[in-house]
Every structure is written in C-alpha cells, then in structure tokens.
C-alpha cells in the first residue's frame, strides 16, 4: 500500500498496534515490505509442505505394516491441509495460490532446504518425524504469536499437528531401535542422515542471516536462528538416549556451566551446496511438482468451464423463469 | 461331524471367504489412491484422494481383522491384519480387478472410483442387516464413508463429462477402460450363495439395479452414454475371486510387500 498524505497516521498506528503486540489483520494498513516480508515467509512455508509431501509419500506404497501406513497417509495428508491454510493466509496480502505456485515451479521462490534430501530406507520416515517435524515445531511454535493475525491462526492448528507427527516419528524410531538388528541399523543410519541437515534448517548464524533483523523489529519473528537451534539441540539430545541411539557429533556434550548442549560446527558449505540447487533432490522434487501440475492442468480447465457452463446455464433459467 | 456340524463349518469357510474378499477389495483399492498422495491435480484433491485412501485402509483393517478372527476359530491359528495383507501371495488374494486397475490417468481413477464406491455403497447399505454383528457394525462406518466417496466420484465424472472435450473424451475412455470389470461385482459363486442364505453376507446380483441407477444419474449428469465395452473374463472364466489377477497386480504387491517380507518376524 503507498504511503498516502496520511501515511505518516497510519504508520504510526501500525507502530503501535506492533509495539503493544497487537494482531495486524488483512483490512489494516501495512508497510509495503511488511506485506513483502510476510508473503515470502509464507510463500515458502506452504511451498515447504507441499514438497515435503514427497520424501514420505515416497513410502506409502512400502509401509511395513498398516498402521504405519495409515499413520502416514494421515501425515501427508495433514501436510496438504497445511498447505492450503498457509495459501490461503497468504492470499489475504493479495496474492493468489495460483501465482504462488508458478513462483515455485519457475524456481523463483523456495521451499525448505532439508526436502532435497532423499528419503532411502523406511527409517527415514521416523527420523523427518522426529528431527525435521521436531526443528520445525521449534520454529514454528513462536509464529503463533506472529504478529500477523491470519498467519499466527493458521500456525496454531499446524503446529498441534506437527506435534503429532513428531511424536509418532520418535515412536516410529523408538520401536526400530528395539527391533531386529538390522532395523536397528536403519534407524540409526536415518538418524546419521537427517540430523546435521534439521540443525540446517534453523538457517545461516545469525551474523549471516539475511532476512533476521527485519522479521525480528516486525515481531514476525521472536528468536534468533541460533537461539532456536541451541533449542533445537537440547531438545533431541536427551531424546536420542532414551531412543538408544547416537546423534553423529562426537562434540555433543551437556555444558553445565551454559546450562546448554555444545555441539560441533555446522558444514555450511553442503547447506549453501544444497541451496543453490545442488542437493540429491532438488530437480527431482521440482520436476515432481512440476509435472504434477502439468498433468492435471486440464483436470483444472474441466472444471473451470464446467463451473463456467453451470453458471450460465443457471442464469439461462433465471432469464426463462423471469 | 453330524450333517448340521458339516453345513455350519462350511458356513464359517465361507463367511471367512467373503469377508476376505471385502477386504481385500478395501485395501487394494485404498493402495492405488495411496499412490497418487503429492500427484494430484490440485491440491484439494491431494487431501481429498488420500482421505478416500485412510477411509478404505481403516475398512481393509476391520475387515482383514474380522476375517483373521473368525479363521482362527475355526484353525485355532491366529492371522493378523499384517499376515493377511503382506503375506499372501497374488493368487490368494481375491478382490475383484476393478480395484487393482492402475491409475491410468485422472479420469480413469475417477472412473474407477465411480464404479467401486457406488457398488460397495449398496453393499455396506445391505451388509448394516448382516446377521454378524461384527460386520453389520463395520457395514454401519462404512456406508457412511462410501456415501463420500462415491458423491465424490461422481461429482467429478459431471465436472469431466461436461468440461471441455479433452476431458470429456478422457473421461468416456476411462470409464471404457474399467467397464469390463464390472460384471465380476455382481458375480455369484458358491460363497455368496452361502453367505447369503445364511443371512450374514449379500446376494451381489441384488446390489445391481441400484448401482445402475445411480450410474445412469451420473452419466446423464455428466452428458456421457452407458459405456459398452465387452466384459473381459479371466483364463477358463476366472477372476479376481478366484485369485485370477490383472498383470499389474504382482506389481502393486511386489511393492506393497516387499519391505515387510524382507524382515520376517519383526515388529513395526
């Protein structure tokens, strides 16, 4: 919105309502790159989920038993009902899901990092679960009090969800790890996997962070990259001794006098590999979603020009009825 | 065995037989929607396909349960859900072929579905009579999630037939494609005769006028004719109930069981 005569009111309204950590609605005026920062941050949020669709659904068809299978479909599900809340708080600041997702399919916008990874052993469902799920409730459940109403709604119901999901991921592992040696080895090796990239999907340090210090003035954001991470890690350290099994950082170490977990340096320059598009899965997980939408373009015209034929065939009876 | 003995045993053979088939049926046609999570046109219909699939898979596993339950009356021996469903091999499957045809495109598992969920529809409608409680109970969920799921099918058979003509001629070849199976819903054999005398299973050819007529609804909706294609029966008259499968099956069980059979004996 362009700063009118009265922009100098507005603005400080808004300053205000922010300051005094009231929700911002969609009706209420709003800094242009409040607006812009929102609809990236949610853009890619819902572009996350719906990739994130494919590493598990990969393993659907291959569920070992049919609970788990029926606990899967249910979490891939979940993530496309994630997807379309996160489109729709996203059309409240004006854009359409239509053009978000060409954003995505012309690699314009991103989704999250750690969908690059491929999913190779059954273990690897548990593990996305446990760790990816459990880093993004740990960033998500401060976006609950974002200061952005219809974003902060719509995080409330899928981080409850996403909770869920990493509990059932830690159950998952839990009954690997006691299983037979050989499960044993998957879960552990799952965990050897997925672990360095979910303390990736925190971000850069915080001395590098782009996008921080904007998103933290605007209470979009409420804790830095590298304090959620610390979170993060505290969290799953303990976590991995009651699953009995061993997080790949020979570094890890209860600091008593931090009262934190240290852990070992982070490899940002595979983060930064995987970003640029040189991950295991990117043109993989792209043309998957690309050719997805392809293929059910003309699904989508059918119902444009059926929707279309009932409307004037709706108003034809009017005009006879008349 | 006195003669009473005799009939009562080959009543619960069977009943076990049938409630396997249904089974059977609900999970396989639950596989070919589980495969299409994240391939859906939009993403309405990613949520909506794999809801029809937990629907189906939350049937498949009172039914295998039931049946395994029953068998084990009668054997003493104990089949779980998972030993049912992973560890048969193709020919002691028997759903019927409709449900194991693959997902072609959009409109052939819309057609598909059209076809299956307004069959089971009648069926469960029927089966809430059945003088098993365990199946009238699972008969009682069931029609009411197939009510779904046939609405569902049907709406989009109307929105396909009536689009554009891509659509529509796609729509009529998925419906030509999955036609042939259909004969075999209605199939008699010597375990439906049983069940239904004994009051705890259906006369499949009794679900068929209704099934016709909401088909003829659909199609007249959608503009589309009763399709026509000849039904294809299996070598020697058998089908899916006699364990007589679709190439593709030993595909979609090869996928669907590998990794369970790769570990005998353990716990997931």
Redesign the interface.
Known sequence: MAETENGDRWRERFDAMIAAEERIEPRDHMPDDYRRTLVRQIAQHAHSE?IG??PE?NW???????????VL??K??DE??H??YL?SAAETLGVT?AELLDLLHEGRQRYSSIFNYPTVS?ADVGAIGWLVDGAAITNQVPLCRCSYGPYARAMVRICKEESFHQRQGFEMLY??AR??D??KAMAQGAVDRWYWPSLMMFGPPDSESSHSERSMAYKIKRFSNDELRQKFVDIIAPQAEVLGLTLPDPDLRWNGERGHYDFGPIDWSEFNRVLKGEGPCNRQRLE?RRA?HA????????????AA?QAARAEREKENAA | MNERGANAAATDTATIAYVLRLGDDALIASHRLGELVSRAPQLEEDVALANIALDLLGQARSLLTCAGRMEEQLTGVLRTEDDLAYLRDEQQFTNCRLVELPNTDFAHTIARQLLFSGYAFELYAALRDSADDTLAGIAGKAVKELSYHRDHAARWTVRLGDGTRESRERMKAGLDAAWPYTDELFAADQVTRSVSEAGTGVDPARLRPAWEEFLAQALSDAGLDWPETAPITGPGGMGGRDGVHTEAFGYLLAEMQHLHRSHPGAAW
């Open positions: 719906i669709m494919q659904g659907i068809t291959r569920a070992p038993s049919l609970n788990r299978k029926a479909i249910a891939v599900q496309a009902g997807g379309l489109y899901r059954w009954v690997l299983g037979t050989a499960q998957h997805a293929e059910g373009a003309w699904v989508r015209e059918a119902a444009r020009v059926h034929k």
